[in-house]
């Protein structure tokens, strides 16, 4: 659930003699199933054509599925379709051994980004390809054809509706354009209750008849000159950034992830999301909305920008940065994930005024949590804090970003974030890496399973990190070998 802040038309340059590494849990493609604790290099396969340690890029993966791009532009994946939690047709079923993902294209892949169980790529023609969860893939052109029979269908759903439980709101929700108020539900177990029957319902919904509930790669239908060139995957939704600043979205958008200004349930095809002129704040949100601008103390106030030049999406909801360094927020708010300072949805994307005045350039967005870089190199979090995910040295949500102000990141200037379900890592600019959060399955890389509240550095000898990319359970990085 990487969030990347790129200049429209701006295309990643591929480093040269870039080793990708791993620590952290896939099910099912580890030994004996136990996580790696600390870092381990991961090798392109041979049949890339550059076969060794040869990549372009680290994309994270999905829950319990990894993805990185080869130095030849293949989209590379690994893990397992026979554990709990793996996205069947998402990554493959190479098991342990990474191999190419047949995306049904000669291009080159440039950028991929992958959510719960549903996976995108984009070509370096800008063309788009998306697979996995069929209520995230898109009206299109599909390749490929399902040769899953009705056992491996009715285990899909039993494996669905445990991911959804995870992911379905505790809670009733209400958000800032109804106005409407959260209320708490009576009981731990009567919570888990409707957790489990949303998510039981929801699954069942998405298998009725003899239909699978996994798709095979499609071409994202686009409008005719439409170029994208960065991609973000949240748990059910999309969105595609366009090389003209525009941001696509779809998916699933029940508490405005997608940033329409509705709750709309699926959106099966490219909306355009309305990020700059519809953007505000505070409480005078319907007067900007018609006016494509922010009233403040009774003054209009543009939300700063033109263009959005980064995106990202996190567990139900997402966030974008203008190219005037503005981060808006939408989707759900639960745990103050939107850095609104309260915990209502947001339908629309809204400014985060907390924020105006300090560039943000970077942007990552996980399950309950969003971290964001500064232009200065200082990281702000905000959202839940369970697992210590935010590293702000305590387990308390935070509705507003704060800064963080650990004695482990001074002097350090942060260049790149990424965010997993519940844990964050980090680059600096002299090279550094740093994570913190839930560290069950050893996805902070420290050599334990203990979780850290405060960024703590990873050790990683004999190369240059460069970027850094978070899957659920999982961290990849990217880094270059020394010359």
């Given amino acids: 659930m990487n969030g990347i802040g ?32 600390t870092p381990v290099p991961v090798r392109v396969p041979a049949s890339t054509g550059s076969a060794g340690y040869s990549w372009k890029d680290v994309c994270g993966g999905g829950c319990g599925f990894a993805m990185a791009i080869s130095d030849s532009g293949k989209l590379i994946t690994w893990g397992s379709t026979d554990d709990l939690g793996q996205s069947y047709v998402t990554a493959g079923k ?25 996976c995108v790529a984009i070509t370096d023609g800008g063309e788009v390809y998306t697979w996995g969860w069929k209520e995230c893939v898109p009206s299109g052109k599909v390749f490929g054809e399902s040769s899953t029979g009705a ?30 108020i959260a209320s708490s539900a009576s009981g731990d177990e009567g919570t888990k209750r409707r957790r489990v029957s949303s998510a039981k319902q929801t699954a069942e919904s998405s298998t009725s008849g003899n239909e699978t509930p996994t798709a095979f790669p499609c071409l994202v239908a686009l409008n005719p000159g439409i170029r994208i060139t960065t991609v973000a995957a949240g748990g059910r939704h999309t969105l595609a950034l366009s090389d003209m600043g ?11 992830q997608l940033g329409l200004g509705s709750r709309i349930r699926m959106v099966s095809s490219p909306h355009l999301v309305p990020c700059i002129n519809s953007s505000t704040y505070g409480k005078d949100r319907f007067a900007a909305l018609a006016q494509g601008s922010m009233n403040s103390g009774g003054q209009n106030f ?26 808006l927020t939408f989707g759900w708010g639960l745990y103050g994930q939107c850095g609104q300072g309260s915990t209502d949805d947001e339908l629309s994307p809204a400014c985060v005024s907390s924020l105006l005045g300090i560039r943000i350039e970077g942007v990552a967005a996980g399950l309950w949590h969003t971290v964001c870089v500064s232009a200065d190199g200082d990281v702000y979090a905000f959202g839940g804090n369970q697992f210590g995910q935010l590293g702000t040295g305590d387990d308390q949500a935070e509705t507003i970003p704060r800064l963080l102000d650990s004695p482990s990141l001074e002097n350090e200037h942060v260049k790149t974030v990424s965010s997993g379900a519940r844990h964050t890592a980090v680059v600096t600019e002299e090279g550094k890496v740093f994570c913190w959060g839930w560290n069950k399955y050893g996805q902070l890389g420290l050599g334990d399973v203990i979780d850290r509240n405060i960024p703590s550095q990873v050790t990683i000898e004999g190369c240059v990190p460069k970027n850094v990319a978070c899957g659920w359970w999982h961290t990849l990085l990217l880094a270059e070998s020394p010359t």
């Fill in 302 to 327: 543009r939300v700063p920008g033109n263009y959005v030049m980064g995106i990202a999406c996190g567990g139900r909801h997402s966030a974008v940065i203008t190219d005037a360094g503005a981060l």
């Fill in 6 to 37: 790129d200049e429209p038309g701006g295309e990643a340059a591929a480093l040269q003699g870039c080793k990708v590494y791993m620590w952290g849990y896939l099910p099912g493609a580890l030994p004996q199933r136990s996580p790696l604790l």
């Fill in 94 to 118: 190479h098991g342990e051994i990474p191999e190419p993902f047949p995306i049904p294209t000669e291009a080159s892949i440039i950028r991929a980004a992958a959510g719960w169980a549903h």
């Fill in 151 to 180: 056992s491996l269908e009715k285990d899909l759903s039993e494996r669905q509706s445990s991911l959804l439980t995870e992911q379905v709101s505790p809670r009733s929700q209400g958000s800032r354009s109804t106005g409407g």
């Fill in 246 to 256: 525009q941001v696509w979205g779809w998916g699933y958008g029940g508490e405005g």
